[in-house]
T-cell receptor, first 114, second 118 residues
Framework: GENVEQHPSTLSVQEGDSAVIKCTYS??????FPWYKQELGKRPQLIID?????GEKKDQRIAVTLNKTAKHFSLHITETQPEDSAVYFC?????????????FGKGTLLTVNP | GAVVSQHPSRVICKSGTSVKIECRSL??????MFWYRQFPKKSLMLMAT?????????EQGVEKDKFLINHASLTLSTLTVTSAHPEDSSFYIC??????????????FGSGTQLSVL
């Protein structure tokens, strides 16, 4: 089955700096890669996703890059703000939708210091 | 985005009792729902895939007689933790793929249920 590795497990940055979280996956059949943000005691919220037909996607301060050959993808947050502090999870799936299950990384605790 | 509703949000029960958690897809139909378990400061661990009108598919190591799943309609899946014990205390969360061109290939989560077994 799919195995998703996520690094680092914790990340502390100063407000305004950039944060980068990296994930690798093992199943070459995976082609859907979402990122979720989870605050303590709350549900994971989808913040951005990417499919294997593109190498990069951006949404305001958040971007995701994908290297299918190397089987890794990364989350980039620029101009970080204290409200970005949360746990971030990457995930991979053979396809988006219907019966396909996501395999999650172990999460990164991001702390943005004011 | 698509809304997945989960109840209750928090439950405390005595050891040996059973607890039912409901997961509903609001304004869309979900033939498949997923149940995850999450320990404090840990990742989401898939427990089972709930299939409308048929048996759930359990992940390796998850006891199907312990965690009963029923998906009787296109908008409701339930997870029953039977004969709960303290080690079953955890955050349980359901999810479903949204519908509609932009939403259908995105997985949305319920608000989660914090179960505490005394």
């Amino acid at each position: 089955g799919e195995n998703v590795e996520q690094h680092p497990s914790t990340l502390s940055v100063q407000e305004g700096d950039s944060a980068v979280i990296k994930c690798t996956y093992s199943d070459s059949a995976s082609n859907y890669f979402p990122w979720y943000k989870q605050e303590l005691g709350k549900r994971p919220q989808l913040i951005i996703d990417i499919r294997s037909n593109v190498g990069e996607k951006k949404d305001q301060r958040i971007a995701v890059t994908l290297n299918k050959t190397a089987k890794h993808f990364s989350l980039h947050i620029t101009e970080t703000q204290p409200e970005d502090s949360a746990v971030y999870f990457c995930a991979a799936s053979p396809s988006g939708g219907s019966n396909y299950k996501l395999t999650f990384g172990k999460g990164t605790l991001l702390t943005v210091n004011p | 985005g698509a809304v997945v509703s989960q109840h209750p949000s928090r439950v405390i029960c005595k050891s040996g009792t059973s607890v039912k958690i409901e997961c509903r897809s609001l304004d869309f139909q979900a033939t498949t729902m997923f149940w995850y378990r999450q320990f404090p400061k840990k990742s989401l661990m898939l427990m089972a895939t709930s299939n409308e009108g048929s048996k759930a598919t359990y992940e390796q190591g998850v006891e199907k007689d312990k965690f009963l799943i029923n998906h009787a309609s296109l908008t409701l899946s339930t997870l029953t933790v039977t004969s709960a014990h303290p080690e079953d205390s955890s955050f349980y969360i359901c999810s479903a793929w949204g519908q509609g061109r932009a939403e259908e290939e995105k997985l949305f989560f319920g608000s989660g249920t914090q179960l505490s077994v005394l």
